[in-house]
């Protein structure tokens, strides 16, 4: 799927619909003054783009809040004040697609498209650190966050903890070591979407462009677990779903091409492989839920390149190049397409290992 020249960027990502407002991946061609986006049909790009977004005049928004279940929205607002909300798979990923939008939107002003580079490395994933693991720990009923009632501008929360609480309770269990470090994690954690701020002090504290200002170390800034909030079971409840899997280090994600088990159509799944334990899951990023749709252990697993050459025995459609296969020690095959024979190879080198 890659392009001629001129092209700046391009890859999947999900876009919001404008008559119907599902979500749908795409694939985005970044140009010099336009973002084109083309439907996907058996692992093949289409030839004509399904539509295009002049940058000419156009407002970035990142990160987008909009949406609560959906943290790693990119907003662009042409200037016919048309609104398109993308999503990205990392928060690296945003990172850098709304780093090469805005140069590009903003070429010729290299002043802006700094101030983006400066934004964009002062807030960093801490390493080794796993979100969903210090949820759990959050969520234990002994040494967990304490849960209390809170007022907050005469509404009265139920379930919840203040900002500061939660940085004394993340210094306290050694996951940072400065009050700096904790607020960074705290923001990352809500920017995942485990926690989410509640009143006005918090959520007014949003609306900074800065993430390493929306979350605030202040006794009266209260937050609470963001999915507790919309269903009714407990956090913990919610994390039991295979907590051991997905509570490895995350060592690579993004989008990749899968063919299915029983009706062999190509669908583009968010892919995240984690180490200890080693497991590679997919997620259908069209929907809101943020549950794997499928996984497997690495343990025992085969994974190789695919010949581009034709169409390999086990793969049906049209779907040429860029293959590789992935075997599990059930003898359960994998066919999965990647965009580019570098992404492929990245893929394989990071699996290997795990296996």
Known sequence: MQEAAGVLKEGFLVKR???VRNWKVRWFVLLQDKLLYYKIEGGKKEPSPKGRILLDGCTITCPCLEYENRPLLIKLKTKTNTDYFLECCSREERDSWALD???????GHPVQVQELHRMKNS???????????IVERMCDSSTGIKLTHNLGQGNRYKETFTGSALVDWLISNSFAVSRFEAITLASMLMEENFIKPVGARS???TRYSDLSEQFLDDSTA???????????ISSKEELQFNISELSGTIVKQGFLVKQGHKRKNWKVRRFVLRADPAFLHYYDPTKEENRPVGGFSLRGCLVSALEDNGVPAGVKGNVQ????KIITKNDIHYYIQASSKAERTQWIEAIKPLT
């Open 17 to 19: 619909g404008h008559i």
């Open 101 to 107: 939008i805005t140069g590009a939107i903003h070429a």
């Open 123 to 133: 807030f960093k994933l801490l390493e080794n650190i796993s979100l969903h693991h």
């Open 203 to 205: 959520t007014e504290a």
């Open 222 to 232: 209260l937050y609470m677990f963001a999915e507790s909030s919309k269903k009714n």
């Open 321 to 324: 190049g860029n293959l590789f």
